[in-house]
């Protein structure tokens, strides 16, 4: 990995940092995935995606189309895609679209094992807000470039 891989400074003035975090956020997801067991690397990575759920407090809310929207304009803020949200009988399924993708060669797929865990412990928890219970669990699968997320029995 080359550090000339990462985005810079789009003009002289710019202070986001936007190369330098996603060169942390990179190497840290490397750093857990290659150090620790996948369990503990999947708790970590959830409870920071609880972390990022509660910047959007979602408390009150309890129609399906401004669930979808509310979520939506949180991942758009960030530039992480956006979600179609569906209400069945045995779950709430949702599909997370236009995540961003590893800035480099990444074989082992840490971005992607990071992204699984963030989404489902964010999902997870803003389900928790909104009264789910301890009975139903939040699970989530890569399916080519989206995340399926399913919060049910």
Not at 44 to 63: K, N, Q, T
Request: negative net charge.
């Amino acid at each position: 990995m080359k550090l000339h891989a990462f985005p810079s400074p789009r003009s002289e003035g710019e202070q986001s940092g936007a190369g330098g975090l996603a060169l942390f956020a990179m190497m840290a997801a490397a750093e857990v995935c290659e150090s620790a067991p996948s369990t503990q690397a999947q708790a970590f990575f959830s409870a920071i995606g609880r972390r990022m759920a509660a910047l959007e407090p979602l408390e009150g809310v309890s129609d399906a189309a401004v669930l979808a929207a509310r979520i939506n304009g949180f991942w758009q803020d960030l530039g992480w895609g956006e979600i179609q949200l569906a209400v069945g009988d045995d779950a709430i399924v949702v599909h997370h679209r236009s995540l961003p993708k590893a800035l480099t060669a990444d074989q082992q797929h840490n971005w992607n094992t990071m992204l699984l865990g963030l989404l489902q412990g964010a999902y997870d928890a803003w389900f928790r807000v909104l009264g789910s219970g301890p009975a139903l669990h939040t699970a989530a699968q890569w399916q080519g470039d989206m995340v399926e997320l399913r919060h049910g029995r």
